[in-house]
Structure formats: C-alpha cells, structure tokens
C-alpha cells in the first residue's frame, strides 16, 4: 500500500489539516523528527524503513515525499559536548534519506539549501529579468555607510534571522529578526562577523505573495499599515488578483532554475512596477488558504499523489 511521507514535527499544525482533510483517500506516515526517539529508522543495502509503535512504512512503498517543517529533538540530557555532533547525525540521516529518493519530493533539502540562499536569489532574479532594488550583501562598516548615505534603505538577514535569548523569566526563547528601515545616524559597527542584506527603501503601493504549485498561481495582494514588513501589522487585509502573464513567466524560469515545484515569492508593487523581494522555497501558506478559502492544499496533495483521486 503506497503511502505519502510527511517529515515535520509533532506541532506542525498545517499537517494535522492536511491529514485530516485528505486521509479518508491517501495513506499518509507522519514522521516528527521532534520525537525521533519514538521512530526506529533502518537505512540498508536495499533501501530504508521507519516505524514506531503503530505504523511503518519502507522506501519501495513510498508514493512520495513531504518535507515540511523537521525540528530536532531534545538531547539537553547528553553531554553538552555531543550535542553538535548529535545534531549533525541526524540531519545527515534525515536529509540522506530525502535527497536520495527518487520519487516525488515537495522539496528536497538539498534545493531548499540552495534555493534560500539569498546571493543565488539575486542572481538568479536578476537573470530571468526580475526588477530587482539596489542591493548590497556585506560584512564592511565602511560599503554599508557608504550604501544607506546614498539612498533610504532597508535591511534584513541573509538567512532565516532566528535568534535565541533567554526571557525574564529564564526560558529558552527564540526570536525572528525582520526586515527593518536603517537609521542614516547610527554608525555600523560588528558587521565583520556579522554579514547582513541591504536593499534600497522603496515605496509600495501594496505586497504581493505569490505562491506557486506545480505550476499553478496564488497571487494574493497584501494591504497593510506597515510600510516596510507586513508581517508586523496586526491589520492586514488579503485579496486575490491576477499576476500577469510576465510575471508568470519570469517566476516559472526562477523556480526552473532551482528545480522547485513549489515556491512562495513575495513581491512589492510600485507605481505599476513588479519588483521582487525573496522567495521561500518552503514557506507556509495554510493563512492564506484560511483567508480566501483558496485550494492551495489540494494543489500540494495532487502534486505528491500523482494520479490518484484525492478531490
């Protein structure tokens, strides 16, 4: 009996939908690297199986792969000085096992690495014809003052920009640092260790994510009161529109270029003008189906079901 594997972790709320919604036709094994500990994993000559106490499923029935949103699991109990190691294993095991099968994959960690690279992003924006803001990636005082004194400017991580701190209480906690508008007064100082994205402040008429499955388009405008980062507003409205067939064009050749099958890009709309920000190669979209009661669920599951009946 073929089933989908699901890599998450145990409080991945978009997969509990998923499953819920589309179990009564598929057969799905949720694997929550969280809780590694209760899986048994088997890599061998012929393939690979897991299993815990209720279920199992093995490589040569595997219809296909959803690689979500792992999370590692707790070794605080191990020594401290195996922890990095540890961590690294089981990476190693997980995304082995991923980046080796042949099946169908939404997505392999191996494109995903590649595909959130920030640097490869621009170039390969820049190489489809994207309209693209002055940009500059540095770890120099001296380019970043010369870059914000030119023009307003924005900056942000190069990578996912999660930090870990503790709370006034103690507590482990993390934080995202997000985009944010530079102060031309301040004088940078620590970027020789710490790398960071600059890009020139332009005004939006409104944002744009675009996520993309298989080749089928969700173009939901974004209207917010936050002229930077809209994901700091607590009012954002949600709409769908029409992406034009350009554009379109352009964000099948980008993903073409990174062999994804799914993408979420953001863009921000100028004067008319199309300018693209990023694109998260795994970025959530369950919010969204939740807004504009839209299919992109359904989309996801036809992908990695193939021709099987899943409506």
Same mark, same amino acid.
């Given at each position: 009996?073929?089933?989908?594997?699901?890599?998450?972790?145990?409080?991945?709320?978009?997969?509990?939908?998923?499953?819920?919604?589309?179990?009564?036709?598929?057969?799905?094994?949720?694997?929550?690297?969280?809780?590694?500990?209760?899986?048994?994993?088997?890599?061998?000559?012929?393939?690979?199986?897991?299993?815990?106490?209720?279920?199992?499923?093995?490589?040569?029935?595997?219809?296909?792969?959803?690689?979500?949103?792992?999370?590692?699991?707790?070794?605080?109990?191990?020594?401290?000085?195996?922890?990095?190691?540890?961590?690294?294993? %089981?990476?190693?095991?997980?995304?082995?096992?991923? *980046?080796?099968?042949?099946? @169908? #994959? /939404?997505?392999?960690?191996? $494109?995903?690495?590649?595909?959130?690279?920030?640097?490869?992003?621009?170039?390969?924006?820049?190489?489809?014809?994207?309209?693209?803001?002055?940009?500059?990636?540095?770890?120099?005082?001296?380019?970043?003052?010369?870059?914000?004194?030119?023009?307003?400017?924005?900056?942000?991580?190069?990578?996912?920009?999660?930090?870990?701190?503790?709370?006034?209480?103690?507590?482990?906690?993390?934080?995202?640092?997000?985009?944010?508008?530079?102060?031309?007064?301040?004088?940078?100082?620590?970027?020789?260790?710490?790398?960071?994205?600059?890009?020139?402040?332009?005004?939006?008429?409104?944002?744009?994510?675009?996520?993309?499955?298989?080749?089928?388009?969700?173009?939901?405008?974004?209207?917010?009161?936050?002229?930077?980062?809209?994901?700091?507003?607590?009012? %954002?409205?949600?709409?769908?529109?029409?992406?034009? *067939?350009?554009?379109?064009? @352009? #964000? /099948?050749?980008?993903?073409? $270029?990174?062999?994804?099958?799914?993408?979420?890009?953001?863009?921000?709309?100028?004067?008319?003008?199309?300018?693209?920000?990023?694109?998260?190669?795994?970025?959530?979209?369950?919010?969204?189906?939740?807004?504009?009661?839209?299919?992109?669920?359904?989309?996801?599951?036809?992908?990695?079901?193939?021709?099987?009946?899943?409506?």
């Amino acid at each position: 009996m073929e089933k989908i594997l699901v890599i998450t972790s145990s409080y991945d709320l978009t997969v509990d939908y998923i499953i819920d919604k589309f179990n009564d036709n598929l057969n799905f094994f949720r694997l929550n690297t969280d809780k590694l500990d209760d899986y048994n994993i088997k890599v061998y000559n012929d393939g690979w199986k897991i299993s815990n106490d209720f279920y199992k499923i093995s490589e040569n029935e595997t219809l296909s792969i959803y690689y979500r949103k792992p999370v590692l699991p707790d070794i605080s109990f191990y020594p401290k000085k195996y922890h990095r190691m540890m961590y690294k294993e %089981i990476l190693t095991l997980i995304e082995g096992i991923v *980046n080796s099968f042949e099946g @169908k #994959c /939404l997505t392999k960690p191996i $494109i995903l690495k590649r595909a959130d690279n920030k640097i490869i992003q621009l170039k390969a924006a820049k190489k489809v014809g994207f309209n693209i803001p002055q940009s500059l990636i540095t770890n120099s005082n001296v380019f970043a003052d010369e870059f914000i004194k030119k023009s307003k400017a924005i900056v942000k991580p190069i990578s996912v920009g999660k930090i870990n701190y503790k709370d006034k209480t103690g507590r482990d906690k993390i934080g995202i640092i997000q985009t944010n508008l530079v102060n031309k007064n301040i004088e940078f100082d620590g970027l020789e260790l710490s790398p960071a994205y600059f890009q020139s402040y332009i005004t939006k008429d409104y944002e744009l994510r675009v996520t993309v499955v298989n080749k089928k388009f969700y173009s939901i405008k974004i209207e917010t009161d936050d002229d930077i980062d809209w994901r700091k507003s607590d009012d %954002i409205k949600y709409s769908f529109v029409c992406l034009p *067939n350009n554009i379109k064009r @352009k #964000c /099948l050749e980008f993903m073409k $270029i990174f062999n994804l099958n799914y993408g979420a890009f953001d863009f921000i709309v100028s004067d008319g003008k199309y300018i693209f920000l990023e694109i998260n190669a795994n970025g959530q979209w369950a919010w969204l189906e939740d807004e504009l009661n839209l299919d992109i669920s359904n989309a996801i599951i036809n992908f990695l079901a193939g021709d099987k009946n899943v409506e």
